[in-house]
């Protein structure tokens, strides 16, 4: 079992930056890959950005290419977003989220066997 714990949301202006962490407690060492996810209200949840935990590839939503971050720290098991020059559209809930099975571990499936409870993300004009 793994639990993960987000926090580092909050409001920001347009052109700001916020980093997200996500702690991990558990079986860690399982884990194949993780994830950030957002959810805007009356849109669906969508992939922002993965990496897979044992070579570090990372893959990302064509429109945070360039200003997100997706990275891990080993030793401290936690899970960073960097974000940069927010967007307005960047607004939504933030949620993080993993999985030990590499076939769940795909830019865009959001059937991964672990979620946090997210951390919101308002980013104002």
């Known amino acids: 079992q793994v639990q993960l714990v987000e926090s580092g949301g909050g409001s920001v202006q347009a052109g700001g930056s916020l980093r997200l962490s996500c702690a991990a407690y558990g079986y860690t060492y399982s884990l194949t890959c993780m994830g950030w996810f957002r959810q805007a209200p009356g849109k669906e949840r969508e992939g922002v950005a993965l990496?897979?935990?044992?070579?570090?590839?990372?893959n990302y939503l064509d429109s945070v290419k360039g200003r997100f971050t997706i990275s891990q720290d080993n030793a401290k098991n936690t899970l960073y977003l960097q974000m940069n020059s927010l967007k307005p559209e960047d607004t939504a809930m933030y949620y993080c989220?993993?999985?030990?099975?590499?076939?769940?571990?795909?830019?865009?499936?959001?059937?991964?066997?672990?979620w946090g409870q997210g951390t919101q993300v308002t980013v104002s004009s």
């Open positions: 989220a993993a999985s030990f099975l590499s076939s769940r571990c795909r830019p865009g499936n959001l059937d991964l066997n672990y």
């Open positions: 990496l897979y935990t044992g070579v570090g590839t990372t």
